[in-house]
Nanobody, 127 residues
């Protein structure tokens, strides 16, 4: 059984930074895709960033024009999301997701391609 556990959310002010973590347990993945999505009240779930790997090759992408940076610690089966210059519109529940294969790049944004999800962590940015 695969479990994803997110941590690091909280209440911050406009312009602050936060670092989210997502640890995967239950198996070791020689290939896969781990990503971050977010969902604000009344809105659809939105892709934030993802890392994918297969063997010794890995790459990451994000959709936040450099404000958010995703990274992966292979040894700890963990991905991180460093969020800088946070804005009130970044307020949402942030979810970690895992796919047990390396998705093609154009599919990483689609939540339907992921097999496992974490419980979510709330990020609130006050103005």
């Amino acid at each position: 059984q695969v479990h994803l556990v997110e941590s690091g959310g909280g209440l911050v002010q406009d312009g602050d930074s936060l670092r989210l973590s997502c640890a995967a347990s239950g198996r070791t993945f020689s290939s896969g895709t781990m990503g971050w999505f977010r969902q604000a009240p009344g809105k659809d779930r939105e892709f934030v960033a993802a890392c994918r790997w297969s063997g010794g090759n890995s790459d990451c992408r994000d959709s936040m024009r450099g404000r958010f940076v995703i990274s992966r610690d292979k040894a700890k089966n963990t991905v991180f999301l460093q969020m800088n210059s946070l804005k009130p519109e970044d307020t949402a529940v942030y979810y970690c997701a895992l796919r047990e294969s390396r998705l093609i790049l154009s599919s990483t944004w689609d939540a339907n391609h992921y097999d496992y999800w974490g419980q979510g962590t709330q990020v609130t940015v006050s103005s």
